[in-house]
């Protein structure tokens, strides 16, 4: 599940085919909200949770103290202090049609999110460079994404866009790991 800070939005979720199974988007307007809806979907038997749009260390530890070690949980980090942001979530998807399989969702104050699958990394550093030439001023990268990956959406975006990837505090290292061994390639 990708769970999203957008302040002022109602709580708000679609539901897509993500490359291991069912992927939530999720956005919430608050971190109170977040750790309620991580801590049902915990109980649900969540498999991996990705935090994006503003979870800074207090709002993310929050969210982590409601799934209890249920999930692994990672983060994407503060926005460096952009208080409505136009940002893209990107992750990858071999099997993805980045053009019928990108969600926009747009926000109050002019905010919006941009989640858009990439099946390779041409086709990441494509979707980032698009989404800041629409006026994306943040890049999110799935915590999935190799660090490599990341650094040439960086170089590519070339300053004109904060770009954070995904993180993984050690807590969750290991669950994370395992997730991540559960992927065939």
Known sequence: M?????????????????????LAYVWVPDA???ARVAADQ??????????YRGFGLAEAGQVIEAVA???????????GGV???RSVTLFGDPDAD??????TVEHPHGAATTVAPAPDDDAMVAAAVAAVDAGANIVEICGGTPAATAAKVHAAVDGRAGVTLVRWPFESITAAAAYAAAFPG
């Open 2 to 22: 990708f769970l999203f800070l957008a302040e002022d939005a109602a709580v708000e979720r679609i539901d897509r085919k993500g490359p291991g199974g069912p």
């Open 83 to 85: 208080r409505h942001p």
């Open 69 to 79: 070690g249920r999930a692994p949980v990672g983060f994407a980090g503060d926005l």
């Open 32 to 34: 109170d909200a977040a």
């Open 42 to 51: 915990a109980t649900a038997g969540l498999g991996l949770l990705e935090l």
């Open 98 to 103: 980045p053009l019928t399989d990108t969600v």
